[in-house]
């Protein structure tokens, strides 16, 4: 519902004459190469994933590369598109998901092979996160499809009259009609198997009304593949926009019925096998209907069918999951302002912190121990990076965006903490414009986050990327109010029903400890934000005068209207405690729209439309 984007901190070496460089604008900022999520073979000498390059004008494009694990340049083997590889148990095939003749398709690139990868399947309503089974005799993977249909002739002419048909317009009877920037165009994710010497065509796994993995509230991709079973994230709920009671189900590929393995009426996602097959490691929350609980690390024993709580006394929420043996896990979580990478025993042990000065995405383990993951900061833009159990240290092995960061005078950031009138610590960032002189006096530009329950942390990111600001000459400050993750549950907890409140006070206190220092131009203040940052500076402009410009993006104005306009219902009766005639004080007291009549700062007011943009 509300966007979180998160943005971060980091320093970089720069070896190009600061002379010879250029300011980063929005259109050199799409010269940023993105590295996907790598795939490491199981032997742990190669390393495959995606590349995808942006474009002002052109499509975004995205190929598929392999490089050596440890060091070497990458080499493309695809040339028409290609994502999401995956390893077979043997590793002597690489699977991923590519396009034939206009249509997705399933293909395989055999290791040392020497032309075009080989199509194995087309698949009409589409193919996402394929994976081999521990056999290596099927791939199962994800697509969308009516749900009322069971074959591939019956999504053929579903998609055919849809087609054809004259009327576009849209009806519903319920919700979830719309997911964010999504239609429900009244197809449902199921998951597929099909063998790999193509003898049988692709049969849906988990047939029926309900997405099967869950597509709503959900992390990683929702499913694993355990033995000759599939384990996955589904909300069997009648009303999507109400619930967040997902749980797990198992379904063997090929026979029987799923069977239920959680009974949490919260969420529980994200599973995660061990290489056995014997546990599966997940997330789950407490809190029915709460969207932002503490993602706490759950171990399920699939012999004794017994469930731990491995992090249940850990304040932080897991993200990223990978095995490392059936002993040991590897996690990602917010921290602090990163996404910080941590390993612990399954059963027992304290929690370690692996690489916490960069934020981490999509870590994969090797047979050694070693850890291939994503990294980015403030000040660099992503790479591949390897993380060695011997000496503890990361090192890139990638250089995709070396030259950008060469020819572009970039920002450099500093960690900041403020104090609240209540005594509240507030972290955050603070980006200095590149040729940052102390004896001058720049603008301030205050940068308030969404979600509630988000973050600014250490990453570089494609929209609201603070070196865009900071390279017209703005100082950017980047506060982590009250209702921010990464900071324990308790102060993610205290933004609900509270969202004018304490979170107004943090980020009032972060912007004066940043005035205060003597490089800061007075009187030239301003502020911006998106959904909830745009809600925040909505309430700014009803309760202060002293910023000179506002700039609100997507921002909540209204919030009785906002209750019967967004989609995902249990947000607002969460952080509201009800529907507004349940609770018309609290709506009213909290709603921007309240305070119109003191409205004085010049704002600018940017919203989409209602495609899908």
């Given amino acids: 519902m509300f966007a979180r984007w998160m943005l971060a901190l980091g320093l970089v070496t720069l070896s190009t004459p600061a002379l010879a460089k250029r300011p980063i604008t929005p259109a050199a900022s799409l010269e940023v190469r993105w590295p996907g999520a790598p795939a490491l073979s199981p032997d742990g000498k190669w390393v495959a994933f995606e590349i995808t390059d942006k474009h002002p004008t052109e499509a975004t494009k995205s190929e598929l590369y392999l490089m050596p694990a440890n060091d070497g340049a990458p080499r493309a083997i695809t040339r028409s598109g290609g994502h999401s590889p995956t390893w077979s148990p043997d590793g002597r095939r690489l699977a991923f998901v590519g396009t034939s003749n206009g249509e997705p398709a399933l293909m395989v690139f055999e290791l040392g092979q020497v032309g075009e990868p080989t199509v194995l399947y087309t698949f009409g309503p589409g193919i996402g996160s394929p994976r081999f089974t521990s056999d290596g005799r099927f791939i199962v993977f994800v697509a969308s499809v009516p749900p009322e249909c069971r074959d591939e002739k019956c999504y053929a002419a579903t998609a055919k009259k849809k087609a ?172 602090r302002g990163f996404r ?184 030239a203040t301003c502020a ?6 745009g809600y925040m500076v909505n309430w700014i402009a009803g309760h202060t005068d002293r910023f000179k410009c506002l700039i609100s993006h997507a921002g909540v104005y209204d919030l009785p209207s906002f209750y019967g306009a967004t989609e995902e219902l249990w947000f607002p009766l969460w952080e509201f405690r009800g529907a507004p005639w349940e609770q018309p004080e609290l709506y009213e007291k909290l709603s921007p729209s309240q305070y119109a009549e003191k409205f004085k700062t010049p704002t600018l007011v940017v919203h989409g439309g209602g495609g899908d943009d």
């Fill in 164 to 335: 054809d048909d004259p009327v576009k317009a849209r009806a519903y009877d319920d919700l979830l009609y719309r997911h964010w920037s999504g239609w429900d165009e009244g197809t449902r994710d199921h998951l597929f198997v099909v063998p790999v010497d193509k003898s049988a065509r692709p049969k849906d796994v988990t047939p029926g009304p309900h997405a099967a993995p869950t597509d709503i509230l959900n992390a990683g991709d929702g499913w694993t593949v355990a033995g000759d079973a599939v384990i996955y994230a589904q909300n069997q709920d009648k009303d999507r926009a109400l619930s967040t009671n997902n749980d797990l189900y198992e379904k063997r590929l090929f026979t029987g019925r799923p069977t239920k393995l959680t009974d949490n009426p919260a969420w529980d996602a994200n599973p995660v096998a061990s290489p056995s097959g014997r546990y599966v490691a997940y997330t789950a929350f407490a809190r029915p209907g709460f969207e932002a609980d503490r993602a706490v690390l759950h171990v399920y024993d699939r012999e004794t069918k017994k469930i731990v709580a491995r992090t249940k006394d850990w304040d932080r929420s897991v993200s990223d999951i990978v095995w490392a043996g059936d002993d040991t896990l590897f996690v990602t979580a917010y921290h």
């Fill in 340 to 523: 910080a990478l941590f390993r612990l025993g399954r059963a027992e042990g304290p929690i370690e912190p692996i690489v916490t000065d960069r934020s981490v995405k999509s870590p994969a383990v090797g047979p050694s121990g070693e850890v291939l993951y994503v990294a980015t900061t403030f000040e660099a833009p992503p790479e591949l990076w390897r993380w060695d159990p011997k000496t503890k240290k990361s090192t890139p092995i990638t250089s995709l965006n070396r030259a950008f960061v060469e020819q572009h005078r970039l920002a450099t950031a500093s960690e900041l903490t403020a104090k609240a009138n209540d005594g509240t610590q507030v972290h955050g960032f603070l980006l200095k414009p590149p040729g940052f002189d102390p004896k001058r006096r720049y603008p301030l530009f205050i940068l308030i986050h969404g979600g509630p329950q988000g973050a600014w942390v250490s990453q570089w990111h494609p929209r609201w990327n603070p070196q865009l600001f900071a390279a017209k000459g703005y100082l950017v400050a980047m506060p982590n109010p009250r209702g921010s993750v990464g900071y324990g549950q308790g102060y993610t907890d205290a933004v609900t029903k509270n969202w004018g409140g304490g979170p107004f006070e943090d980020v009032m206190a972060f912007t004066d400890a940043v005035e205060r220092e003597p490089f800061v131009k007075k009187n």
């Fill in 528 to 533: 911006g934000g998106a959904s909830y940052g």
